[in-house]
């Protein structure tokens, strides 16, 4: 059964949502295990020699906005392509449509994926029980093991109320926790230097495969680390903690999307949690945050045989694979992907899910496509659920960077089409591009606004707030069909009314004289 129910927020109250967990380290980039706070996102591989952290952040963007994307020779073409496309030249029309209809963009851009944060121990010796997990009811990954008699264990977070992300580490025995701190080289531009006891990474995000290359947002990571009882020690590059028996490292980042000095937000979200709070009050704070959302929603889909309970998570998923019988282990994977719509989507948050959420492991934005907002399909996918799992909220950052979107829209309407209104096309950027995409095939399609639009009335649908309908979600909609209205023009056979021309992404067809064509009038 599904029922909603809202848990006040303590975390003795959680309901078991369950948790995720493995009996080795992480090696490749999706078994690593995923925490956010909405802005600020870790992949955590849990190595019993070296955490590694992949860290990434929304706004991290390359290139910049810009005024000159749509074809200035696109509003001219328009009717000619559409005249040979209605005429049955198909061919023909796809040709002109290359040449004169597709965007121009001078620096798309790209999310770019931040260096990895790398605690390396220096402890030396076999590790045996070793388990790593994510516990959906709290947001935490935790790691455990021994060595040479030693328990260690590991806790790991972002939090959205301290906007940090926090690494508590500690040894069973006093003293026994040594270990060194320092950011991985990436693939932007940056420099690493040390304060106090904070290590602090500075760089822009500059790449040329979807921007020129000097464009971008600048960006500054830092990490601080706090013992009570260890010695800290820092280095050009790095932190040194010694004989320690407990310590906690504080992460942060900033950057300057938005008008935002990078620097201003880590350093004094760092300088508070340090000072003023102790990790049992930041993981209070985070629980109190997070609670609420998680346990709006259960899922009861009968249980599984105990056997296959007490396996870890990889390895029931294999048996499951097999046409294994784990109904518990269906419902977990349910609240998995709330879990990640909460992680990578809160309410404040800068932007939206991007093509790889809130992570990015740097193959997006290092293939022909970009680490982008696909609104073909993509970006619609990543918030289908919010809405029917109790997280409307979690939508909140997509209605803002819809609205945004309107205003380049408007401008791409009058340039490209001669139409009142707004349109976007395939892709966009955190710069708010909305012409066409810059290929045959995939490029023209238009209905991306009215479509990601539908996610402004499906939360209408939800809550029936009247202001919410009246203030946003009308103006939005009443301007996409106004685009629309003015973007039919009759069939002359039948007389119908269609649109175009337009394409569906990916999809070609053969003309009656063998041409492979994409763009047609009325694309479905």
């Not at 952290?53 to 929304?58: A, D, F, P, V």
């Not at 990954?141 to 500690?170: K, M, P, Y």
């Not at 309908?469 to 039919?488: H, K």
């Not at 007389?495 to 569906?504: I, Q």
């Amino acid at each position: 059964m599904l029922s909603h129910q809202v848990i006040q927020p303590t975390p003795q109250t959680t309901i078991d949502a369950g948790r995720l967990w493995f009996t080795r380290p992480a090696t490749r980039w999706f078994e690593a295990l995923p925490i956010g706070n909405g802005r600020l996102g870790g992949m955590v591989y849990s190595g019993d020699q070296v955490e590694r952290i992949q860290l990434s952040e929304s706004t991290a963007w390359s290139g910049a906005p810009a005024t000159s994307d749509v074809s200035p020779t696109a509003l001219q073409f328009l009717p000619r392509v559409r005249e040979l496309l209605l005429a049955g030249r198909y061919a023909e029309a796809q040709q002109l449509a290359g040449e004169h209809l597709l965007g121009q963009p001078t620096s798309f851009g790209t999310n770019v994926p931040l260096p990895e944060l790398q605690i390396e121990f220096t402890a030396e010796g076999e590790t045996t029980e070793y388990t790593r997990s994510l516990d959906l009811n709290l947001a935490l990954v935790r790691t455990e093991f021994r060595r040479n008699g030693i328990t260690f264990t590991r806790e790991v977070f972002a939090s959205h109320t301290d906007d940090l992300i926090v690494v508590r580490l500690q040894s069973s025995t006093p003293g026994a926790l040594s270990f060194k701190v320092s950011f991985s080289d990436g693939v932007v531009p940056a420099e690493t230097s040390t304060e106090g006891h904070t290590v602090i990474l500075q760089g822009h995000a500059f790449e040329e495969l979807h921007s020129n290359g000097r464009q971008g947002t600048a960006f500054d990571v830092r990490a601080r680390a706090v013992s009570e009882d260890g010695n800290i020690q820092a280095g050009a590059d790095h932190l040194l903690v010694e004989n320690a028996t407990t310590a906690t490292v504080l992460i942060g980042a900033g950057t300057s999307w938005g008008g935002e000095t990078p620097a201003d937000r880590p350093s004094a979200r760092i300088e508070y949690a340090a000072s003023s709070l102790s990790y049992d009050g930041l993981l209070l704070r985070h629980a109190e945050d997070y609670v609420p959302l998680i346990n709006r929603v259960q899922l009861d889909l009968g249980r599984s045989d105990d056997s296959v309970r007490a396996l870890p998570t990889d390895e029931r998923r294999a048996l499951l694979a097999k046409d294994g019988e784990d109904p518990e282990l269906l419902a977990l994977y349910f609240q998995y992907g709330r879990y990640l719509t909460i992680a990578g989507s809160r309410e404040d948050s800068p932007l939206p899910l991007a093509l790889q959420g809130l992570w990015n492991d740097g193959r997006a934005s290092s293939a022909p496509w970009s680490n982008d907002f696909h609104l073909d399909i993509n970006t619609q996918q990543n918030y289908w659920a919010a809405e029917i799992t109790g997280l409307a909220e979690c939508q909140y950052p997509l209605f803002r960077f819809i609205n945004g979107l309107r205003e380049s829209g408007r401008r791409t309407a009058a340039e490209m089409y001669g139409a009142p209104g707004w349109v976007s096309h395939t892709v966009t950027n955190a710069w708010g591009y909305s012409a066409p995409g810059s290929g045959l095939g995939w490029g023209l399609h238009v209905t991306s606004g009215i479509w990601i639009s539908l996610q402004l009335w499906e939360h209408f649908e939800y809550n029936r707030n009247l202001g919410f309908l009246a203030e946003e979600a009308y103006p939005v909609l009443r301007d996409a069909a106004r685009f629309f209205l003015s973007y039919l023009v009759e069939e002359p056979t039948n007389g119908w009314l269609v649109s175009g021309p337009s394409d569906s992404p990916e999809n070609w067809y053969r003309s009656p004289d063998g041409e492979q064509c994409s763009i047609s009038m009325g694309a479905a």
